[in-house]
């Protein structure tokens, strides 16, 4: 039993990414799923594969490399939490490592980086930073 999903997740991708892992299994839930599509549209993350069936299924992610064979995630940060959620306004949304990171918004139109949140002009929820 997990009590943050989305902290086990960002969790599995880190711990992936110390050891060079290519590839690492997380169970799937839609929003999971949503948050692994904006890693990839934002290159984090080379390839998405949904396995299994029912509630055995998992989502498979092939994380990035560059050409020196280090992972294109440098880090990750959960920033709202389950006893502290953490939201903001389009117009004060954070800029992570001076514009070159990526801050995931939760709106109401659903999961976005936060320079697309900044274009929609929506604010949201801050679930989490990532940075190359």
């Known amino acids: 039993m997990v009590n943050d999903p989305i902290s086990d997740f960002l969790t599995r991708l880190r711990n992936a990414t110390l050891v060079s892992k290519s590839n690492v299994e997380i169970p799937h839930s839609k929003f999971k799923y949503e948050l692994a599509k904006l890693f990839k549209d934002e290159g984090y993350v080379s390839d998405i594969e949904i396995k299994g069936e029912g509630a055995k299924r998992v989502i498979d992610l092939t994380i990035k490399f560059s050409e020196e064979g280090k992972s294109v995630i440098a880090g990750l940060n959960r920033l709202s939490k389950p006893g502290r959620r ?11 490592n001076g514009g ?3 801050v995931v918004v939760s709106t109401s139109r659903g999961l976005l980086s936060d320079s697309e949140a900044r274009k929609r002009k929506l604010g949201g929820e801050l679930i989490c930073e990532v940075w190359s």
């Open 86 to 96: 953490v939201y903001s306004s389009f117009n004060e949304l954070p800029r992570t």
């Open 100 to 102: 070159l990171g990526t």
